[in-house]
Structure formats: structure tokens, C-alpha cells
């Protein structure tokens, strides 16, 4: 069961700004779909992805002063697989910060936050199958 860890979320207060530093400053190019909360940039084999602090901070179920500084996205290629994870994650002590449910663009994900706090998102999604870049194997349960 092949997976790949390839997006970094990083909440940000001022998306318009940022565009300004990283693709006028920098001279990035835009990855993917942009919308006002967000922006997409390759960065070798992950995406990274900036989002509006507010709509972190709803999509992973904190107040937005307790939203993390940044949240790692899985992508799997199987909705079981998603529900397995956050099963598996609760049960080793890990924190569901959003119970796994369809989400808009045709996703199925859930939030959670490891004992230390880092936050991490389960993802099945339609428009971005699993590749062999950056590849994560999980162990059967």
C-alpha cells in the first residue's frame, strides 16, 4: 500500500503579500488551483501550500490563535485507508482535531495532532492519485 506525503500547509495572515515575496521576490510559479484563501507552489517533490489562517484554523478544528504553524497532508489512495489512520492515530494517543468527512472538491479527509503536537491531515483525493515521489509505506494494521 503505497502512499506519499507531499504537502505542507502553512496558515498565513496575509495571502496577497505572500504572492508578492514568493512569485515576484522569488519568481515561483503557481502549482495549482488558486483560490482567495489559498496558493500552490512545487518545491521539489512536495507542494507547498499556504492558506488563509482563519480556514486552517476551521478546517483543522482550533481557534485560529491555536491553529499549528503548519499541517502535513498524506495522501492515500483508498477512503479505508484514511479511516484506518485516524483510527490508528487516536488509538496511539494522537489528538482528532476533525473527524474524517467529505469535504468540498470531492475529498475525504480527517485531522489530527501527534502527542507533540505537529498536525497532520489523511487525505483521499480524486485529482491527486498517489505517485511514487516521496513514497510512504504504512505498516497493515
Known sequence: MEQRV???M???NDIAALRRFYEDGL???IWGPVMDMSIMYKV???VMVFLNRDYLAAESGVDVAEAPRSIWAVFVNDKQVVD???A???KAGGTITSPVRDRD???YSGYFTDPEGNAWEIVWSPVMPV???GALTFAAP
Do not use: H
Open 6 to 8: 507531499n504537502m505542507i
Open 10 to 12: 502553512v496558515p498565513a
Open 27 to 29: 519568481g515561483w510559479a
Open 44 to 46: 521539489g517533490t512536495a
Open 84 to 86: 484506518d489512520q485516524m
Open 88 to 90: 490508528r492515530a487516536e
Open 105 to 107: 472538491g470531492g475529498l
Open 131 to 133: 505517485g511514487d515521489d
